[in-house]
C-alpha cells in the first residue's frame, strides 16, 4: 500500500510538473504580445525575449484607438456577432428540437442530408457564386447568411434534446400546449447548459469571422475586425515617434496592440460561460 501511494504522489507531481509547462508554454505567446504592445524601441531591440517590461509606453495604443478604422470595425464585428448568433441559435434550436422527434417524418434522411455537408461541400467558388446572385456582396449579411447553421452544432443540441424526457413535452400538451410553447416554455429552460455552450461557439466564430470576409467584402467600411487586424499585421511600412528615449517602433507595437485589442473581448467573456462547457457537450454527446 505504501508503494501504491508513494507511485500516486509521484504520479501526481509528474502531472502537476508537465501541465505547469504545458501551462506555460500556452501563455507565453499571449503574455509575449502583451508586453512587446506596451514598451518602447530601445527596450524592445535589446533582447528577442520579452518576459517583463522594464518600462512601459502606451502610445500604441493611443495611435490605434485615434483610428477611425478601428471603431469601424469593431461596429461592424459586434453587429455580426450578436445578429448573427441570434440568427444561427433560433435556426439551431428549432431544427434540433424537430429532428430530436421520432415521429418527424422522413427524419432520418433530413438528418443524413445534414450530416453530409460534413464531409461534402459545394466549395469556395460555388458559394462565392450563390452569394453574388443573391446581391449580398459587401454587405454584412454575406457574412450572417451563408453560415447560419453550422452542422456539428446542430447534432450537439440535438443529441442534447434527445435526452431529455419526452413525458415533459406530453404533459405540456395535454395542457393545451404546442410544440413552440413547450420548446418555448419547458425545453429550452431546461437545455440551458447546451444552449449557453452552443451560443459561445457561434458567437466565438461570429467574432473571428475572417474567411468569408476576404471573399465577399471589399469596402473597408464593412471590414470586420479580424480584416482590420490582417490590414495592421501586414503593412509594411514603420512609422516612428517621439525623440531620445521616447523614440518606438510603431510596426511591432501598434501589431501586438491590434492583437490585444481584438483578443481581450472574447476572453473577457470566456470565464462566464466556462462552467457550460463541460456539461453541455458532454450531455449533448449521449445517444439517444
Given at each position: 500500500m505504501n ?17 505547469t ?18 514598451i ?14 522594464r518600462?512601459l509606453t502606451?502610445d500604441?495604443?493611443?495611435y490605434l ?5 478601428l471603431?469601424?470595425?469593431?461596429g ?6 450578436l ?6 441559435m433560433?435556426?439551431?434550436?428549432m431544427?434540433?428540437?424537430a ?7 422522413g427524419?432520418r ?6 450530416v453530409f ?33 453550422n ?23 395535454i395542457?393545451?400546449c ?6 418555448v ?18 458567437a ?85
Amino acid at each position: 500500500m505504501n508503494r501504491i501511494g508513494a507511485a500516486g504522489r509521484w504520479f501526481d507531481y509528474i502531472n502537476f510538473i508537465l501541465l505547469t509547462l504545458l501551462a506555460l508554454i500556452t501563455v507565453y505567446p499571449f503574455w509575449d504580445t502583451l508586453v512587446v504592445s506596451v514598451i518602447p524601441l530601445s527596450e524592445y531591440l535589446s533582447t528577442t525575449v520579452h518576459l517583463f517590461p522594464r518600462s512601459l509606453t502606451f502610445d500604441s495604443y493611443t495611435y490605434l484607438f485615434s483610428m477611425k478604422e478601428l471603431w469601424t470595425s469593431y461596429g461592424v464585428t459586434l453587429f455580426i456577432t450578436l445578429v448573427g448568433t441570434i440568427i444561427s441559435m433560433i435556426l439551431t434550436v428549432m431544427a434540433a428540437y424537430a429532428l430530436s422527434k421520432p415521429n418527424l417524418k422522413g427524419h432520418r434522411v433530413i438528418l443524413f442530408l445534414i450530416v453530409f455537408t460534413m464531409m461534402f461541400s459545394g466549395g469556395v467558388i460555388p458559394t462565392y457564386l450563390i452569394v453574388k446572385s443573391l446581391g449580398l456582396m459587401n454587405s454584412v449579411w454575406a457574412l450572417i447568411i451563408p453560415s447560419a447553421l453550422n452542422t456539428y452544432n446542430l447534432i450537439i443540441m440535438r443529441n442534447f434534446f434527445s435526452t431529455l424526457p419526452e413525458g415533459l413535452v406530453d404533459a405540456a400538451r395535454i395542457d393545451g400546449c404546442n410544440d413552440l410553447v413547450a420548446l418555448v416554455r419547458i425545453v429550452i429552460p431546461l437545455s440551458m447548459p447546451a444552449i449557453a455552450t452552443i451560443t459561445l461557439f457561434y458567437a466565438v466564430a461570429r467574432w473571428n469571422e475572417f474567411f468569408n470576409a476576404i471573399f465577399f467584402i471589399s469596402d473597408k467600411n464593412l471590414w470586420p475586425l479580424q480584416l482590420f487586424l490582417r490590414s495592421m499585421l501586414f503593412e509594411n511600412e514603420s512609422s516612428y515617434s517621439g525623440g531620445g528615449n521616447s523614440l518606438f517602433l510603431l510596426g511591432p507595437s501598434i501589431k501586438m496592440a491590434t492583437v490585444m485589442v481584438a483578443t481581450i473581448p472574447v476572453m473577457l467573456v470566456y470565464p462566464f460561460f466556462q462552467k457550460y462547457f463541460v456539461n453541455g457537450v458532454m450531455l449533448g454527446g449521449v445517444k439517444e
